[in-house]
């Protein structure tokens, strides 16, 4: 079982850039396709980002392609997620979690282990 933790939040200007992290332990991550997703204050879990178990592979929301990017480092235990050009509209908390899926998905009820998010405000 991989248990996540997230870091690399907080508190960036509209068209700044946050690098999160997602720190994974257990035994399976090195085999786990991992998401990134986001939830603002009033609305639904919204998916972010994927990567596959090589990092060969990415998916990304249209509403943030072009400007964030998914990496991992298996030998870290770690997976990230670049935050470029940010807008207010980003805001949220993020959170990583994980699957042992092959095949890179945007919903939430594939990936069966979850971090417990931080926090990304982005100011205008």
């Known amino acids: 079982q991989v248990q996540l933790v997230e870091s690399g939040g907080g508190l960036v200007q509209a068209g700044g850039s946050l690098r999160l992290s997602c720190a994974a332990s257990g035994r399976t991550f090195s085999s786990s396709t991992m998401g990134w997703f986001r939830q603002a204050p009033g609305k639904e879990r919204e998916f972010v980002a994927a990567i596959s178990w090589s990092g060969s592979r990415t998916l990304y929301a249209d509403s943030v392609k072009g400007r964030f990017t998914s990496s991992r480092d298996n030998a870290k235990n770690t997976v990230y997620l670049q935050m470029n050009s940010l807008k207010p509209e980003d805001t949220a908390v993020y959170y990583c979690?994980?699957?042992?899926?092959?095949?890179?998905?945007?919903?939430?009820?594939?990936?069966?282990?979850w971090g417990k998010g931080t926090q990304v405000t982005v100011s205008s």
């Open positions: 979690a994980a699957t042992l899926d092959f095949e890179l998905g945007p919903r939430a009820s594939r990936y069966g282990t």
